[in-house]
């Protein structure tokens, strides 16, 4: 918004002009979306905490330790989606269609996670939406997304499946495009609600994926870099960096009142719209191969959690102790801070990896 109005009197007034440049934007959204999860953040939580009352937060699915943080109020990804809608429709260009696409799928999402954690306040209980419903709306608002995203981007990319490492390789999925582009929001979505399950775990992996896909859609969107980089230009894609530092400095701010002992959890509000986030901003820059890999510690935790089903369905055995990976780790004696920083240690190194693609065709 400020790049809209501001930036027609750079002429005139000069100290405008550093609206026009996408890194000062970027800049200011992280700076907003931090200052905004710092000052609403206490008046969130203590709000929080009086809409909980008794309510159960904490699931069955667990292990016993988390008893202890029964009464710390979730719903906190409400504090996450307001300083990302806010910042970014205040440092984004608003005639840019991407940006409008990632905030639909984010704020869609987190609608969706914000009726299932209002369920288990106003229930008392820890079940909220069922899976199939929360599927269902998910499904609806990616693949509109997904039909959006062909609209707008030229051919032959519309469609297309780029792999990693290759240059000029395409894949020209057609109509299949739609589910698959679904696929990748809905899975991303989940991944990350999959890992949220200790104080912090999955907040800084998203921050993380969250900067590694600012600086990707920034080179996409560039002839300069693209062209060097031999990668697919995608013209507006560059302006989703801005969107991707509002996530940084929400989640930074997020990470503020999260740290362990967590003075509030994400809950499906955030974890679902984040993880939305991500899986639409890969789509749109068609980096959903190199996802994967900056968010394979997401991966890794539905991995686990696929495994020990499938295992206890066709031998009756588990393969971990419990399912996500964390807990496994947690029934294995490790203690919560030691989980939580090895897992941050794995995803730093896998968006390494994960951004080594760029360079390497």
């Known amino acids: 918004m400020l790049y ?48 909980q009352g008794a309510a159960n937060n904490i699931r069955e699915d667990v292990p016993d330790t988390h008893l202890k943080k029964a009464g710390t109020p979730t719903m906190g990804g409400f504090l996450i989606l307001l300083s990302i809608t806010i910042s970014t429709i205040l440092w984004a260009d608003s005639s840019n269609a991407y ?46 997304a997904a039909i959006w995203v062909m609209h707008l981007t030229q051919p032959p990319l519309n469609d297309a499946l780029v792999a990693p490492f290759f240059k000029g390789f395409l894949v020209n999925l057609g109509w299949i495009f739609v589910p698959f582009a679904a696929f990748v929001m809905i899975g991303a979505s989940n991944a990350v609600n999959l890992t949220d399950g200790l104080d912090g775990l999955a907040i800084v ?60 959890f994400m809950g499906d509000t955030g974890s679902l719209a984040v993880g939305g986030a991500l899986g639409a901003i890969s789509v749109v820059t068609k980096h ?29 055995k588990r393969v971990f102790a419990m399912a996500p990976l964390h807990h496994h780790f947690e029934k294995k004696g490790w203690a919560e801070s030691t989980i939580v920083i090895r897992f941050w240690i794995i995803a730093i190194i896998l968006a390494l990896v994960g951004l080594s693609t760029l360079k390497l065709r």
């Open 4 to 51: 809209n109005i501001l930036s027609p009197f750079a002429e005139d007034f000069l100290a405008f002009n550093l609206f026009r440049y996408l890194t000062f934007r970027t800049g200011g959204a992280i700076m907003t979306a931090l200052l905004i999860s710092f000052i609403f953040g206490p008046r969130v939580i203590n709000w929080l905490k009086s809409r």
């Open 99 to 144: 940006i409008w696409i990632v905030l639909f799928v984010t704020i869609g999402f987190g609608a969706v996670g914000f009726a299932d954690d209002y369920l288990k306040l106003s229930k008392k209980n820890s079940k909220g939406l069922s899976g199939r419903l929360k599927l269902l709306f998910q499904l609806l608002i990616s693949v509109v």
């Open 205 to 264: 992996p998203v921050m993380i994926a969250a900067g590694c896909f600012g600086f990707i859609a920034y080179l996409v969107g560039s002839t300069v870099y693209s062209n060097y980089l031999q990668i697919h230009y995608i013209a507006g894609a560059a302006e989703l960096s801005v969107f991707a530092g509002a996530m940084v400095g929400a989640s930074l701010g997020f990470l503020w009142f999260n740290a362990p002992p967590a003075m509030v």
């Open 288 to 316: 959903e191969i190199v996802l994967a890999i900056v968010g394979g510690l997401f991966v890794l935790e539905t991995v686990s959690v696929i495994v020990q089903v499938a295992s206890f369905k066709l031998t009756g």
